[in-house]
């Protein structure tokens, strides 16, 4: 088994397949990488670009190449020596006619076999879903649209089987429907295959007596003769948008006989009866702690791992499943039960945000998470906590927005748990007051009470989700748990206290174990799942894909993982976590980019300088702002951008400003303005304020669109297009140091690195899709096969072959002593001088080979005044690196820069280590 040392994700769809993967290995082998870790492979819908879609989890998506192109592929990296991590969705599937188990459920309702498959609530206390699904699809109401004509009962001559064409959907109709069309065709064999297709409603063996009966009608097709007579049984049904009344009636009535409700799609959010991927309507949300559903949803998955062609898994979206501890231990020994032995232990990470003193539970038997702790510490490492305070002042004052972004996340929660989660909200809801009312204590309790409670409980909610089991919480829930309760006491009157004890009781506290078994213990059970179901999205629709985009202190933290609250860190709490996970989590994946970033890697590391220089860049926002006056708009008596809305793009514009930008090149000019166009759209429908997803506000849309091309484009804004170039110049270098920084941190620090498509060279990019466009690999492998010397490579810093040059260099030693990053101890090192808390150190050590690691922070300062990024040799003055005691005599050689070797010594002058490179790493044996 290839040992685990470095991951290139990739992201897979119809223009970067499996085949086009396979010819890049021999550039990945040379970079050093030891596994591709592929986004999802099974069959999504059609077309799509991310693979979490998944309509049918038994084979490789065709549309990738298929079975043919994944064996080539891992036929290429076994002959490399190189292995291959598998992304997989065991929460969701994507809802369409395509997946042939959501078919069978629309088709067959609670008898379908896949009718338990997925999380629906059958027994809806809503009489209009009593045993049926919403189907949200509908673009207005349910009766204009049968005025509209648009919904057509269609009938597939091949297959026998009618379905309703809406559009680009195709709803099945279940067959003992079909008696209701073929009544009518005037015909003797179409009659009584009406007639036995309506005895299937009460058959013992529906699906099969179906089958031979869509056979039997499309052999009648066959013939021809019934095509005029199929075709009138049809128009009766199908509605004349010139026409009311009979042909209305008669397509309402077949369609009330389905196991779904058509619906208006904006009925989703109050009204949907079955779980989704947050607040998609898209998606369905799969019940994976069933044991049918976990073999079924992961067959493919272990027969690729028995084959020995799969060496490690990505759970996505591990906290939206019922139970992950019990996933993930189950997934543990399967796996193991099936793979070669030589494949033990087989690497299986998590997708899980971890919030502020959270951790990853060791009995889940996971090897990690996917890394954006990792991509936390290192930013939080390179922000100055004094510029904190400033830019959060600056930010309230301009904007008006709150100082403090838990306010902001309050607001969002009780937005999202009343919006879009409302159903999710709701179904909650619901059970508590079932609960309340099964005892006698309790049963005055009114839901809207428990509402009240219950919506402060999440809104207040410090982590993502909880996972009390029948023991009840564990110490580290329950410390949580009350943070909530806290806050929710502080924000609701004192009468509804005594309700919060009580949802405290009956939502974890009061352990399962000691209510007997029955019907009241079950209820418990569900309501207990459903709300750790519902924390988990509320956190991420109202962090991430809201108070993000309302909050604008400083957008380099606001990312995935982050906590823009807590701004910065020291040199001592990096050190402090980088102990812990090389003792509890040493094969944790770590990553500073991902396919679900909010802004690159590079984008990130250069708008951190901002923390340095709060002053100046006050300073030059009101300039900015001053400038841009005639850009600006009056929308319905509101300024367009609002002033949080112009800031968040003069950051964006700051962050991501192409290095090889001319300002007179008109093209280029629009080509950026494009893609920040992309962006802002999306940060203001993802805000709220202003505009949104479900009812976008398009003349305060267009009014900012307007203004960032005149920002870009017209002449008289020339002056403010130079000041925001120049801008981003002066913060250019000390970013890209922070670059390179963060990037040898994540190839050294205790863990796997993981290295997102493409980000071997500068990474500038904004949020999905931007960051996920086309990567020019023919010029990543043209840089790595040519010979050039690290002085050129920091003279023509701005190619970002330098970075490349990092990554291949460092990847290169892990490969030559891959126990050294894996199993090695980390040793945090002392700092001396005038510099020292604008450095870095620490030794990795495995019997007795070293590895010492030298990086410079918050150096804005030190690098001011230069063209590229690295500190010159004078400006560290006495600063200098305390060695231990016992390795005062050991000799050092320079892994990056050219060769060269430093003496043992009680202090190594941080000036001298970093005199031919930006960042050091030195070996010693």
């Known amino acids: 088994m290839t040992p685990l040392r470095a991951t290139v994700r990739l992201q897979f769809h119809p223009e970067f397949t499996l085949d086009d993967a396979l010819l890049l290995l021999d550039y990945f082998a040379d970079l050093g990488i030891s596994h591709v870790y592929a986004s999802p492979l099974l069959t999504a819908k059609p077309g799509s670009t991310h693979g979490y879609d998944v309509i049918d989890p038994t084979q490789i998506d065709p549309e990738l190449g298929g079975e043919p192109a994944f064996d080539r592929l891992v036929s290429g990296l076994r002959a490399r020596n190189m292995g291959l991590i598998l992304d997989i969705v065991p929460n969701h599937m994507a809802v369409t006619h395509l997946n042939p188990w959501w078919r069978s459920v629309l088709e067959w309702g609670r008898v379908s076999p896949y009718a338990e498959f997925f999380d629906i609530q059958w027994d809806s206390p809503n009489p209009l879903l009593k045993g049926r699904v919403l189907l949200p699809i509908l673009a207005t109401d349910y009766a204009a649209e049968l005025d509209a004509g648009d919904l057509k009962v269609v009938l597939d001559k091949q297959a026998g089987q009618f379905c309703l064409h809406y559009f680009d959907h195709r709803v099945p109709l279940t067959p003992p429907s079909y008696g209701n069309i073929l009544q009518h065709t005037q015909d003797a064999r179409l009659n009584d295959l009406g007639i036995r297709f309506d005895a299937l409603e009460d058959a013992v063996d529906p699906f099969s007596q179906a089958s031979a009966l869509c056979l039997e009608l499309a052999a009648l097709c066959q013939e021809g003769t019934t095509d005029d007579l199929i075709h009138y049984a049809l128009a009766r049904l199908n509605p004349d948008p010139q026409e009311v009344g009979e042909r209305h009636d008669r397509l309402h009535h077949l369609l009330e006989r389905q196991h779904y409700r058509l619906a208006n799609w904006r009925t989703a959010n109050d009204e949907i009866n079955w779980r989704r991927f947050f607040d998609i309507n898209e998606l369905i949300s799969l019940r994976a702690e069933r044991g049918d559903v976990f073999e079924a949803s992961h067959a493919k998955v272990f027969q690729l791992i028995s084959d020995g062609k799969v060496d490690g898994l990505r759970i996505d979206h591990i906290d939206g499943l019922a139970n992950p501890r019990a996933y993930c231990r189950r997934l543990r020994r399967r796996v193991e039960q099936i793979c070669a032995p030589d494949l033990i232990p087989f690497p299986i990470h998590v997708e899980k945000i971890l919030g502020a003193g959270e951790v990853l539970e060791p009995q889940w038997g996971a090897d990690g998470t996917t890394g954006y702790e990792f991509m936390n510490q290192v930013s939080l490492l390179q922000h100055d906590p004094m510029g904190g305070h400033p830019l ?472 001011a005044r230069q063209a590229f990024p690295q500190v010159a040799v004078e400006r560290w003055g006495d600063t200098r690196i305390q060695m231990p005691g016992h390795l005062k005599d050991r000799t050092w050689t320079s892994v990056l820069g050219p060769t060269q070797q430093h003496p043992g010594q009680e202090t190594l002058a941080v000036g001298t280590l970093l005199a031919h490179f930006p960042v050091a790493l030195f070996t010693s044996s």
């Open 392 to 863: 959060q002042t600056h930010w309230h004052r301009l904007t008006g927005r709150p100082a403090n972004f838990m306010r902001e996340v309050e607001q969002a929660r009780r937005l999202v748990l009343t919006h879009s989660l409302a159903s999710d909200f709701d179904s909650v809801s619901d059970n508590l007051l079932q609960i309340s009312r099964a005892d006698l204590a309790t049963r005055d309790i009114t839901l809207n009470a428990i509402r009240r409670g219950l919506l402060e409980l999440v809104a207040h909610f410090p982590v993502y989700r909880t996972y009390a089991a029948a023991a009840g919480r564990s110490q580290a829930d329950e410390a949580v748990f009350q943070q909530a309760l806290q806050g929710a006491k502080n924000s609701l009157p004192e009468a509804d206290s005594a309700l919060l004890e009580q949802l405290n009781a009956w939502l974890g506290a009061e352990p399962l174990a000691q209510l007997p078994p029955g019907p009241y213990r079950s209820l418990r059970q569900r309501t207990l799942t459903r709300f750790h179901q519902l924390t988990a999205p509320a956190a991420a629709k109202a962090v991430e894909d809201t108070a993000f985009y309302r909050y604008g202190a400083l957008l380099s933290r606001n990312d995935v993982g982050f906590d823009p609250q807590h701004f910065a860190s020291s040199i001592e709490a990096f050190h402090a976590f980088n102990v812990a996970r090389a003792i509890a989590c040493p094969n944790t994946l770590l990553a500073t980019a991902t396919h679900d970033h909010k802004r690159g890697e590079d984008t990130r590391a250069r708008l951190a300088v901002v923390s340095e220089r709060s002053a100046w860049y006050a300073e030059k926002t009101r300039q900015w702002r001053n400038l841009a006056a005639p850009l600006r708009s009056q929308i319905a008596e509101e300024q367009a951008p609002s002033p949080a809305d112009e800031l968040m793009l003069f950051q964006s514009i700051l962050a991501s400003w192409p290095l090889d930008l001319n300002l007179g090149d008109s093209a280029q000019r629009h080509d950026y303005a494009q893609r920040l166009q992309g962006w802002q759209e999306k940060a203001l429908r993802e805000a709220k304020l202003h505009s949104g997803w479900t009812a976008p506000n398009s003349a305060y849309e267009e009014a900012c669109q307007q203004y960032l091309h005149g920002l870009f484009e017209q002449p008289d804004a020339a002056p403010l297009r130079a000041s925001l170039a120049k801008a981003a110049a002066e913060l250019a270098p000390a970013g890209a140091l922070n670059s390179l920084a963060q990037c040898l941190l994540k190839l050294c620090c205790p863990g796997v690195p993981d290295i997102y498509q493409g980000t071997e060279f500068w990474d500038f990019s904004l949020v999905d899709p931007d960051n996920r466009r086309p990567v020019d690999y023919a010029a990543r492998i043209g840089a790595l096969a040519e010979p050039v010397s690290e002085r050129e490579l920091l003279i023509h810093w701005r190619d970002g072959r330098i970075k490349q040059y990092l990554i291949a260099r460092t990847l290169q030693q892990r490969k030559a002593d891959p126990q050294l990053f894996s199993s090695g101890s980390y040793l945090p090192l002392e700092m001396e001088g005038a510099q020292k808390h604008q450095a870095l150190a620490f030794l990795r050590e495995y019997q007795g080979r070293l590895l010492l690691v030298l990086v410079p922070r918050l150096a804005s300062d030190l690098v």
